[in-house]
């Protein structure tokens, strides 16, 4: 992957290096022609032939000039291996003259000719050496056209002294070129060294960006979960103040009490949004996929938002589906919610469609919600799936939402294995699109029709409580209480166990996970599992609530699909937990499935309950 960009570099370097010394080889050239014109001058042999062969050696030294002129006006005209490819040409021509010049020398009267004009050619090779060394092409060019005719012809010459001349010039030829390689390669190493400095210096660049961007958000984040937080807890302050004022008459009070509640819901609301974003976040949320009826999905939500769709004068366009799918109903629901309630809540006249649309799939679809509402600029249509972000609601009034449906869906759809689309544009309405896939129609389960509403009764269910807080202990059974629940409440796991070895046999246990002294409440169901299996009573439902994220165990139950409610634990989601537990464990009772299979809950308690 690196090879091209290194390539690049190494040839870009070359380029500079080699063309950054042509203006002195210009001057070192005339200086060689002017030394071997006076060491021929007085018996130049063959002189028309001499005078064509300086003339040129002239000319290559001016078009060489040219050259470097050319490159340094016009350094992109060509690519760096062109240019690279065309000084290799300039050397070629411009040490060819010297080189074959030297064949002058043995048709000369003047016996040390041969030698002197050597001695100028290694000068010259010593020069090429340098500036060229670092490129192959470039100096085995110059250098064979320097010295090899003559080698040639110092070995042609047959006689001693000149043969041992020709053979200190080849070993002089040879060495030279194990030094430019060992040259090129330290060049190499360097460039690839630069290289990887750059790439460095650059993708820390690039992590601080991110990092710097990500702390933004994160200020962003807090700036607004706060602000958000605050104002009901704000709200519930003043409004319980007023409650202790005597002056204020019992409607009051009671309007104040209404008050009360709705900002406590709002803000149990809230805090369950930003814990579902995190638990995506930890990890903890289970998928678990079931083959149900799409159509009976639409209708649910549908029916969910006909109600505020109609308050507004708007049309609620289900289409009909007898698509098989298979996925999570539970969290595909929350993400149909989120979507719908932004269609109606960001739409003030028209329709709103929700349906598959097949796009020519044979298995599966894209399920779709539309709207014809106040659309989203383009320029928003990132942002608006940050956590807390909302395009038109500065002053954060809570009823316009928080900024939390969007992102929620984003994961959730990414959770699902899908990818969200969004096409938009201001005043022209929304099309929010996935993809869900096909299932079996004969491995559906059980209709999403019959969940809750005719789920089993709380009434005279024995459940077992096990919390090391007494307050929360005493709240808990008095309101499985309520219920009709015969409801036993014990602090640790030795009383749990003593309570069933009294003979207190459990059709549900509701266990902390963060006990005193170090026990986890996965520690203590898995011993009360096991002393219920010992008496023969398997049928009892385990459930953990905890207000622990993070934790590697509670992410490893989950896998395990072992049922787990995060804190806080509203009553209606207990309620709506147990039943679904319940009702699960009845299935399977009824299914007697084969061992292994019971253990697999198709329920995730913690998202079974909105
Ligand atoms: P909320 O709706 O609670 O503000 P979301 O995360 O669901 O938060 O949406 C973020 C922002 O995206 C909203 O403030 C709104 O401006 C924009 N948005 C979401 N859905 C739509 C829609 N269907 N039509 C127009 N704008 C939308």
């Not at 203006?23 to 007085?42: C, E, G, Q």
């Not at 003259?97 to 000369?108: I, K, T």
């Not at 709240?475 to 602090?491: D, F, I, K, Q």
């Not at 046999?505 to 096991?530: E, F, I, K």
Request: net charge neutral.
């Amino acid at each position: 992957m690196r090879a091209d960009p290194i390539q690049r570099a190494i040839d870009e370097d070359l380029v500079r290096v080699l063309y950054a010394q042509n203006p002195i080889a210009f001057f070192t050239h005339w200086f060689s022609i002017v030394v071997l014109v006076s060491i021929y001058w007085v018996d130049m042999p063959y002189p028309d032939l001499f005078a064509a062969c300086f003339g040129f050696y002239a000319l290559a030294n001016f078009a060489s000039l040219g050259l470097w002129f050319c490159r340094h006006r016009w350094p992109d005209a060509l690519t760096a291996r062109s240019w690279i490819r065309l000084h290799a040409l300039r050397g070629a021509l411009l040490y060819s003259a010297p080189g074959l010049a030297v064949w002058f020398a043995f048709h000369s009267h003047q016996a040390d000719l041969p030698i002197l004009h050597t001695v100028m050619l290694v000068t010259l090779a010593a020069g090429v050496f340098m500036s060229n060394g670092f490129d192959v092409l470039n100096f085995s060019t110059g250098i064979t056209f320097l010295l090899l005719p003559a080698i040639v012809l110092l070995f042609g010459s047959h006689t001693l002294d000149r043969t041992i001349l020709a053979i200190v010039l080849a070993f002089f030829f040879c060495a030279i070129n194990i030094y430019a390689m060992s040259y090129r390669k330290l060049f190499q190493r360097v460039v690839h060294a630069r290289v990887d400095q750059q790439h460095l210096a650059e993708s820390l660049a690039e992590q601080k960006q991110v990092a710097e961007e990500a702390s933004l958000a994160k200020t962003r984040f807090f700036a607004a979960a706060s602000h958000d937080l605050r104002q009901p807890l704000h709200a519930i302050g003043l409004l319980a103040a007023s409650l202790n004022d005597a002056s204020v008459t019992p409607q009051q009070h009671a309007k104040t009490a209404d008050h009360i509640v709705r900002n406590v819901e709002a803000l149990n609301q809230l805090f369950n949004q930003v814990l579902d974003l995190a638990r995506m976040e930890s990890g903890v949320t289970q998928v678990i996929r079931l083959h149900f009826r799409l159509g009976e999905l639409f209708e649910r939500v549908g029916n969910q938002y006909r109600p505020q769709a109609a308050a507004k004068g708007l049309a609620l366009r289900i289409a009909p589906t007898t698509l098989v799918v298979y996925d999570d109903p539970v969290l595909l629901e929350r993400v149909l919610s989120n979507l719908l309630s932004n269609a109606v809540r960001y739409t003030e006249e028209g329709a709103i469609w929700m349906g598959l649309r097949r796009a020519g799939r044979r298995t599966g679809g894209y399920i779709e919600v539309r709207d014809s509402g106040i659309g989203i600029p383009v320029e928003e249509q990132v942002r608006i799936f940050e956590e807390f972000y909302q395009v038109a609601n500065p002053l954060r009034d809570a009823r316009q939402g928080h900024g939390l449906g969007l992102p929620t869906v984003k994961r959730l759809v990414d959770l699902l294995g899908g990818e969200l689309h969004l096409r938009s544009a201001p005043g022209r309405g929304s099309v929010f699109r996935f993809m869900v896939q096909a299932g079996e129609p004969g491995a559906i389960v059980a209709s999403l029709r019959d969940t809750v509403a005719s789920g089993p009764s709380a009434q005279g269910r024995r459940v077992l409580c096990i919390d090391d807080d007494p307050s929360i202990l005493e709240g808990l059974t008095s309101l499985l209480g309520r219920w009709g629940c015969v409801a036993r409440g014990v602090r640790d796991e030795a009383l749990a166990l003593q309570a069933l070895h009294d003979g207190f046999v459990p059709d549900a246990v509701l266990c902390d996970y963060q006990l005193a002294n170090h026990h986890t409440g996965a520690q203590v169901l898995s011993a009360v599992r096991d002393t219920l299996q010992r008496v023969g009573h398997e049928g009892a439902v385990m459930l953990l609530i905890t207000g622990d994220m993070a934790s590697s165990e509670l992410a490893t139950l989950a896998t395990r699909g072992s049922p787990v409610l995060h804190k806080p634990v509203t009553p209606a989601r207990l309620r709506r937990t147990l039943e679904m537990l319940w009702q699960q464990a009845e299935l399977d009772g009824v299914r007697m499935a084969p061992a292994g299979e019971t253990a697999g809950p198709a329920i995730d308690a913690q998202r079974k309950v909105s």
